[in-house]
């Protein structure tokens, strides 16, 4: 029995005039108005929001592990095994005769940029600092604390939470909206990823329902990685002019400090996002990709060189032959006494690999379906390679030359706990101050401070015009500038608010629970994809049986 054509069209109403003109009214709407909600609610009663969310929270970490474990997992092996295949490696996402709207260079850059690079100027030293002290490799004693034989497994688990996991998540959502709106001319938003499973039912309903949930998932995933930047980025400003308002007694940044930061970096992310993606988003993931290898080069002639060098190659080893060990172990707490070995290792796990996990999956929407509209033109196997690979091992970098610096400096530099004591949006500049003579310690934090916002804009803004591009019903095209503005103000007030609530520990906590139903829907769209290569994979054997019948 032949097979029916795959669905190619999906009749999404817009509104024809007004405000949401050419906008999908109940997407626009149903995701402001439960984003309102949530603001006004963090905003007026923000001890009470912090507590459920609190309590909220150690349920979902409770109970959701195994699938957040599992489903990452799947993510890799589906993008990986998609890329490997001759056939599915080899098909062109776009229509034949398409290429490719960006350079390498730049593609790479913007994919870089709005996907991870805030969390480079954050983490790059404060993982492997931390990971160093305590991991579960020291929990079960195979390895010793903040000692020299730990050095390789910090950087075993750093990899594990920056390398494939993280960005399977990103490029799974974009190969799956690429392929069905490059290849197959459906509309460029997350519920056409779901087409081969739901058909037609995806106009009504259900498909309003689907992108809601990516539309608010991508809100509280985009405000994490914002308040993190903002928190580092009123360190680093600290650190340059010690205005004191800017930091508490504890050493991390005040609220005052990471609002006014919030309100700087979101009037240049709209700025930004109103010149468009060809524009500058371009021009600034060109300029954050360059300043990012000026300071790779500062620590590659200053840095722990040769330290750094062994920590990237030997690390990255022991990464790639445990991966799948640590990809599929879950520990489970045993409910006895608090301190015991099983439940350390279960309340590691749940603080890290699952928060990121929950961190990854909330950010995918908008990573994914940014990454998809800037990868026309591009083959499975160059999209997995661009969207995958090549970002985990710019990560890998980073963290070695970076983190491997301050290691270094701690175990055999002298630092003591200068680098280790300061907060974890600090200790990036506590090492550049232990490194360099006060002016140039300043003058570095300089440039990482215009580096950090120049991440900070390029995530927000086009976090803003992927939102736009969900609520128009998959419109790529310019439109609705008040709209822009409009996304852009939200999330700023989302992000201000769940500061207020409860700080950075407010914000994490709203986007793991955004991340849950959304992580269901990233499962059905490897699913569909999965699917409709298939089928299409039969309908190209049953015309090539017609067209050559044996004889």
């Known amino acids: 029995m032949p097979l029916k054509p795959p669905l190619t069209d999906l009749d999404i109403q817009t509104a024809d005039n007004g405000f949401y003109e050419g906008f999908n009214t109940i997407v626009s709407v149903g995701s402001k108005v439960l984003i309102g909600v949530l603001i006004v609610w963090a905003a007026v009663w923000s001890i009470q929001a912090g507590e459920i969310l609190s309590n909220i929270r150690s349920t979902i970490d409770a109970n959701t592990g195994p699938w957040y474990m599992y489903a990452v997992a799947f993510f890799i092996v589906t993008a990986l095994g998609l890329a490997l295949y001759p056939t599915t490696g080899r098909l062109m996402l776009g229509q034949p005769g398409d290429k490719p709207e960006f350079s390498s260079f730049s593609w790479f850059s913007m994919m870089f940029g709005a996907g991870i690079g805030i969390g480079m100027l954050t983490y790059a030293t404060a993982e492997p600092i931390y990971h160093f002290g305590i991991n579960p490799d020291t929990i079960t004693g195979a390895t ?6 730990n050095v390789i497994s910090a950087y075993k688990w750093s990899f594990l939470h920056w390398g494939f996991s993280a960005w399977g998540c990103y490029a799974i959502v974009g190969l799956a909206l690429a392929f069905f709106s490059y290849s ?10 779901l087409t081969p499973l739901f058909g037609r039912a995806l106009e009504g309903p259900l498909g309003h329902v689907i992108d809601i949930v990516s539309v608010i998932a991508t809100i509280l995933g985009v405000a994490v990685t914002i308040g993190y930047g903002v928190s580092q980025f009123a360190s680093g400003v600290f650190n ?30 709209v700025l ?8 500058g988003i371009k021009w600034l993931s060109n300029l954050n990709m360059g300043l990012s290898f000026f300071i790779l080069a500062f620590f590659l002639v200053f840095g722990s060189t040769l330290f750094a060098f062994r920590s990237l190659f030997v690390g990255l080893w022991d990464y790639l032959i445990n991966l799948p060990a640590m990809s599929l172990t879950l520990f489970r707490p045993d409910g006895t006494d608090a301190d015991n070995m099983q439940n350390a290792l279960a309340g590691w796990q749940g603080g890290w690999t699952i928060f990121y996990w929950a961190w990854w999956i909330a950010f995918a929407p908008f990573v994914g379906l940014f990454l998809a509209r800037i990868s026309r033109g591009r083959t499975v196997r160059e999209y997995v390679l661009g969207a995958m690979i090549v970002p985990s091992l710019m990560c890998f970098v980073w963290f070695a030359f970076a983190g491997g610096t301050a290691i270094d400096l701690t175990l055999n530099g002298g630092a003591g706990d200068q680098i280790t004591g300061a907060g974890i949006s600090s200790q990036l500049f506590a090492m550049i101050n232990f490194m360099l003579s006060p002016l140039l310690a300043k003058l570095m934090s300089a440039v990482i401070v215009v580096l950090l916002l120049t991440y900070l804009v390029t995530s927000a803004d086009s976090a803003i015009l992927i939102i736009n591009t969900i609520a128009a019903a998959g419109d790529e095209s310019p439109k609705g500038r008040l709209h822009i503005i409009a996304w852009g103000c939200i999330l700023g007030f989302v992000i201000g608010a769940l500061l207020v609530a409860g700080g950075l520990d407010a914000i994490n906590t709203a986007m793991i629970i955004g991340a849950l139903p959304f992580s269901v829907v990233m499962v059905l769209m490897c699913l569909s994809l999965i699917k409709a290569l298939y089928r299409d994979g039969r309908r190209a054997k049953a015309a090539e049986a017609v067209a050559n019948p044996a004889e």
Do not use: Q
Request: proline share 4%.
């Open 272 to 279: 930004s996002a109103l010149s468009g993606v060809g524009k």
């Open 240 to 269: 340059i002019t010690g205005a004191a308002w800017l930091m508490n007694a504890e050493g991390t940044p005040t609220v005052a400090g990471m609002l006014t930061a919030l309100v700087v970096v979101m009037f240049c992310s």
């Open 184 to 193: 197959r001319g459906l509309p460029l938003t997350i519920r056409s990823g």
């Open 144 to 149: 010793t604390s903040s000692a020299a034989d």
